[in-house]
């Protein structure tokens, strides 16, 4: 159990950047999988970025790759999603989610961040 509070969204033109971070308390993070979701209006929650114990090993979502990067210093029990040349189709509400070593589900998720890209 670890509780995770996003915060750095905002709004930004098209072609901006944000940096979101999340900080968890409760428990620390090394032996957590940590990972970044999204959810516009209407539509379901989609996978954005993932990063293992390690602090190396990463995976983005082929719709953010190269513009997105996820990364986390787990002596701050931090998790960060720094977002370059942002598109209007990324506005939604950013989620952080940790996943337990060795489980298959994201357990817990914070409240959210919005980030809202302007045309």
């Known amino acids: 159990q670890v509780q995770l509070i996003e915060s750095g969204g905002g709004l930004v033109q098209d072609g901006g950047s944000l940096r979101l971070s999340c900080t968890a308390s409760?428990?620390?993070?090394?032996?957590?999988?940590l990972g970044w979701f999204r959810q516009a209006p209407g539509k379901e929650r989609d996978f954005v970025a993932a990063?293992?114990?390690?602090?190396?090993?990463?995976t983005h979502a082929d719709s953010v790759k190269g513009r997105f990067t996820i990364s986390r210093d787990n002596a701050k029990n931090t998790v960060y999603l720094q977002m370059n040349r942002l598109k209007p189709e990324d506005t939604a509400v950013y989620y952080c989610?940790?996943?337990?070593?060795?489980?298959?589900?994201?357990?817990?998720w914070g409240q959210g961040t919005q980030v809202t890209v302007s045309s």
């Open positions: 409760g428990r620390t993070v090394s032996n957590f999988v």
């Open positions: 989610a940790a996943k337990f070593r060795g489980t298959q589900e994201y357990a817990s």
């Open positions: 990063i293992l114990y390690d602090a190396r090993t990463a």
